[in-house]
């Protein structure tokens, strides 16, 4: 039986690859693209939805003219067909914003993250602007900063001596170990019973404050302290 797929091809003596035919295509031919939808649209003929990520088989062409280039990057203009009416939909790159921009066929789908992103880069500016305007406005909102780094400076330095204390007293750091910490605690308790007033036996033994560890305020205290 013959190779049904054909890896090596019989090329004669005689052949000559400058003499097969070329086909010539216009400089400025549109190119296939396989791509996906980078944002949500709306066909302006039949009001019907294309989301993104929805895979096209689109073309592709520079954009010409003044718009064409953004600081030397060339821009690039889509077409695309809605699956409905078929309409033809464009879409440029935007390569100063680092997005898309819709050109014909449809409108772009709102987005908050789009205008979060310029809300804050207004509501920045705006503040520049005011402290650029009022000296002692800047030296309010710098005041206000150092503040609003000093208390988190300070929580995260809580943070850290509340972590080395559970450390501790888990791993035994000082020298002590669950046994000798467990001993501290009963030796207290009999301390606070014997030497604190606290007499009787059975139901007459008057019952400590415990917490829902079952220690005493003052035992809590030592275990922390250790």
């Known amino acids: 039986m013959g190779e ?82 078929s309409r033809p939909i464009t879409f440029l790159t935007d390569p100063k914003n680092a997005d898309y921009e819709m050109e014909s066929g449809g409108t772009r789908n709102y987005e908050v993250w789009h205008d979060e992103s310029k809300t804050n880069e207004e509501n920045t500016k705006n503040l520049e602007e005011e402290e650029k305007m009022d000296s002692m406005k800047a030296l309010e909102n710098r005041v206000a900063e150092s503040q609003r780094e000093m208390a988190e400076m300070d929580a995260l330095e809580e943070i850290r001596a509340m972590n080395e204390r559970h450390t501790r007293l888990m ?26 007033g606290v007499s009787g036996s059975g139901d007459d033994l008057i019952q400590l404050e415990l917490n829902e560890n079952g220690l005493t305020k003052d035992e809590e205290d030592l275990v922390s302290s250790i």
């Open 4 to 85: 049904r797929k054909v890896l090596n091809k019989y090329i004669p003596s005689d052949f000559d690859p400058q003499l097969v035919p070329r086909s010539k295509k216009p400089k400025d031919d549109l190119i296939p693209v396989r791509m996906m939808l980078p944002f949500s649209i709306q066909c302006s003929t039949c009001s019907s939805f294309l989301y993104r990520g929805r895979k096209f088989n689109s073309k592709k062409e520079p954009v010409k003219g003044i718009e064409g280039k953004y600081l030397g990057i060339q821009r690039y203009r889509f077409y695309i067909k809605c699956t409905d009416c």
């Open 171 to 196: 791993k035994g750091g000082g020298g002590r170990n669950k046994m000798d910490v467990a001993e501290a605690v009963l030796k207290a308790r009999e301390a606070a019973i014997m030497g604190g």
